[in-house]
Protein backbone atom coordinates (compact mmCIF):
# COMPACT_ATOMS: atom_id res chain seq x y z
CA UNK A 1 0.00 0.00 0.00
CA UNK A 2 1.50 3.34 -0.56
CA UNK A 3 0.64 6.43 1.30
CA UNK A 4 -1.12 9.28 -0.49
CA UNK A 5 -2.93 12.37 -0.55
CA UNK A 6 -4.30 12.08 -3.65
CA UNK A 7 -3.54 10.03 -6.92
CA UNK A 8 -2.16 13.64 -8.16
CA UNK A 9 0.02 14.62 -5.64
CA UNK A 10 2.47 11.16 -4.93
CA UNK A 11 3.65 9.88 -1.90
CA UNK A 12 4.14 11.90 1.51
CA UNK A 13 7.13 13.00 2.59
CA UNK A 14 8.79 11.87 5.66
CA UNK A 15 7.60 15.42 7.20
CA UNK A 16 4.10 15.51 6.20
CA UNK A 17 3.46 11.79 7.50
CA UNK A 18 4.33 13.04 10.81
CA UNK A 19 2.12 15.64 10.22
CA UNK A 20 -0.86 13.88 8.87
CA UNK A 21 -0.04 10.56 11.76
CA UNK A 22 -0.55 13.90 14.87
CA UNK A 23 -3.41 14.70 13.31
CA UNK A 24 -4.84 11.33 12.93
CA UNK A 25 -3.92 10.57 16.37
CA UNK A 26 -5.25 14.26 17.99
CA UNK A 27 -8.92 13.97 16.00
CA UNK A 28 -9.07 10.24 17.04
CA UNK A 29 -8.22 11.11 20.56
CA UNK A 30 -10.85 13.86 20.91
CA UNK A 31 -13.65 12.17 18.57
CA UNK A 32 -13.33 8.83 19.82
CA UNK A 33 -13.69 7.90 15.69
CA UNK A 34 -11.61 6.02 13.67
CA UNK A 35 -13.34 7.42 10.27
CA UNK A 36 -13.06 10.88 11.51
CA UNK A 37 -9.55 10.77 12.13
CA UNK A 38 -8.55 9.45 8.63
CA UNK A 39 -10.44 12.12 7.10
CA UNK A 40 -9.00 14.74 8.94
CA UNK A 41 -5.93 13.97 8.65
CA UNK A 42 -6.38 13.59 4.55
CA UNK A 43 -5.15 9.98 4.30
CA UNK A 44 -6.65 6.86 2.69
CA UNK A 45 -8.74 4.96 5.34
CA UNK A 46 -6.01 1.93 5.18
CA UNK A 47 -3.06 4.20 5.89
CA UNK A 48 -3.13 4.16 9.62
CA UNK A 49 -3.68 0.68 9.30
CA UNK A 50 -0.18 0.20 6.63
CA UNK A 51 1.42 2.69 9.62
CA UNK A 52 0.50 0.50 12.65
CA UNK A 53 1.19 -2.81 10.70
CA UNK A 54 4.72 -1.81 9.58
CA UNK A 55 5.27 0.65 12.82
CA UNK A 56 6.59 3.61 10.49
CA UNK A 57 7.76 6.49 12.78
CA UNK A 58 6.66 4.42 15.89
CA UNK A 59 2.70 4.65 15.37
CA UNK A 60 2.11 1.59 16.28
CA UNK A 61 2.78 2.41 19.91
CA UNK A 62 1.69 5.94 20.14
CA UNK A 63 -1.78 4.45 18.29
CA UNK A 64 -2.10 1.93 21.30
CA UNK A 65 -1.46 4.72 23.75
CA UNK A 66 -4.29 6.89 22.10
CA UNK A 67 -6.61 3.80 21.54
CA UNK A 68 -6.16 3.15 25.66
CA UNK A 69 -7.20 7.17 25.83
CA UNK A 70 -10.50 6.44 23.79
CA UNK A 71 -11.34 3.34 25.34
CA UNK A 72 -10.88 5.28 29.09
CA UNK A 73 -12.54 8.15 27.68
CA UNK A 74 -15.56 6.23 26.39
CA UNK A 75 -15.75 3.73 29.21
CA UNK A 76 -16.01 7.09 31.92
CA UNK A 77 -18.93 8.25 29.21
CA UNK A 78 -20.82 4.78 30.17
CA UNK A 79 -20.32 5.33 33.53
CA UNK A 80 -21.67 9.07 33.71
CA UNK A 81 -24.53 8.09 31.46
CA UNK A 82 -25.19 4.89 33.33
CA UNK A 83 -24.19 5.60 37.53
CA UNK A 84 -24.43 9.25 37.68
CA UNK A 85 -27.23 9.80 35.52
CA UNK A 86 -27.71 12.70 33.18
CA UNK A 87 -30.24 15.48 33.44
CA UNK A 88 -32.62 16.10 31.01
CA UNK A 89 -35.66 18.64 30.41
CA UNK A 90 -39.51 17.52 30.77
CA UNK A 91 -42.56 19.57 30.21
CA UNK A 92 -44.99 20.30 32.52
CA UNK A 93 -48.22 19.94 31.71
CA UNK A 94 -51.70 21.49 33.31
CA UNK A 95 -55.22 20.30 31.47
CA UNK A 96 -53.12 19.73 28.11
CA UNK A 97 -51.43 23.45 28.42
CA UNK A 98 -47.63 23.29 29.09
CA UNK A 99 -47.21 25.42 31.66
CA UNK A 100 -43.46 25.01 32.41
CA UNK A 101 -40.33 22.47 32.39
CA UNK A 102 -38.58 20.24 35.03
CA UNK A 103 -35.29 18.69 35.25
CA UNK A 104 -35.27 15.30 35.29
CA UNK A 105 -32.24 12.85 36.15
CA UNK A 106 -32.09 9.94 33.62
CA UNK A 107 -29.80 6.94 34.33
CA UNK A 108 -29.42 3.91 31.50
CA UNK A 109 -30.14 0.55 33.22
CA UNK A 110 -29.09 -0.85 29.90
CA UNK A 111 -25.56 0.74 29.97
CA UNK A 112 -25.18 -0.52 33.62
CA UNK A 113 -25.95 -3.91 32.35
CA UNK A 114 -23.04 -3.35 29.99
CA UNK A 115 -20.49 -2.16 32.04
CA UNK A 116 -21.00 -5.23 35.01
CA UNK A 117 -21.33 -8.05 31.85
CA UNK A 118 -18.19 -6.14 30.96
CA UNK A 119 -16.33 -6.04 34.80
CA UNK A 120 -18.45 -9.38 36.30
CA UNK A 121 -18.30 -11.40 33.09
CA UNK A 122 -18.15 -14.97 35.37
CA UNK A 123 -21.19 -13.54 37.06
CA UNK A 124 -23.14 -11.72 34.06
CA UNK A 125 -22.45 -13.17 31.17
CA UNK A 126 -24.87 -14.65 28.74
CA UNK A 127 -25.11 -18.51 29.49
CA UNK A 128 -25.12 -20.42 26.79
CA UNK A 129 -24.29 -24.27 27.03
CA UNK A 130 -23.02 -26.26 23.77
CA UNK A 131 -23.58 -29.66 23.98
CA UNK A 132 -21.52 -32.16 21.23
CA UNK A 133 -24.34 -34.36 20.92
CA UNK A 134 -22.27 -36.53 18.53
CA UNK A 135 -19.66 -36.80 20.91
CA UNK A 136 -22.40 -38.14 23.36
CA UNK A 137 -23.60 -40.41 21.26
CA UNK A 138 -20.63 -42.39 21.17
CA UNK A 139 -19.36 -42.00 24.38
CA UNK A 140 -22.71 -43.05 25.42
CA UNK A 141 -22.37 -46.17 22.85
CA UNK A 142 -18.73 -47.23 24.45
CA UNK A 143 -20.16 -46.88 28.22
CA UNK A 144 -23.12 -48.89 27.03
CA UNK A 145 -21.01 -51.62 25.42
CA UNK A 146 -18.77 -51.66 28.28
CA UNK A 147 -21.90 -51.94 30.85
CA UNK A 148 -23.76 -54.46 28.57
CA UNK A 149 -26.47 -51.34 28.85
CA UNK A 150 -29.05 -50.40 26.09
CA UNK A 151 -27.67 -46.79 24.78
CA UNK A 152 -30.96 -45.39 24.04
CA UNK A 153 -31.77 -46.15 27.61
CA UNK A 154 -28.25 -44.67 28.93
CA UNK A 155 -29.00 -41.70 26.74
CA UNK A 156 -32.48 -41.00 28.37
CA UNK A 157 -30.97 -40.99 31.64
CA UNK A 158 -28.41 -38.92 31.38
CA UNK A 159 -30.79 -36.24 29.44
CA UNK A 160 -33.05 -36.41 32.14
CA UNK A 161 -30.27 -35.72 34.45
CA UNK A 162 -29.01 -32.38 32.05
CA UNK A 163 -32.70 -31.27 32.89
CA UNK A 164 -32.57 -31.56 36.37
CA UNK A 165 -35.47 -34.14 36.23
CA UNK A 166 -33.80 -36.91 38.30
Not at 74 to 84: H, Q
Not at 111 to 133: C, D, G, Q, S
Not at 153 to 166: R, S, V
Request: some cysteine; charged content about 35%.
Amino acid sequence: MVEKRDHKRGPMSDDERRLAQDAFLQVFRQHCSYTDAYKAAGVAHDTPRYWMKNDVDGFAERYKAAEQEVNDKLEAELYRRAVEGVEKKRGVWHQGTKVGEEAVREYSDILLIFMLKARLPWKYRERVEHINTDLVKAEAEKLAAKFGLDPQELLAEAEAILKGEK
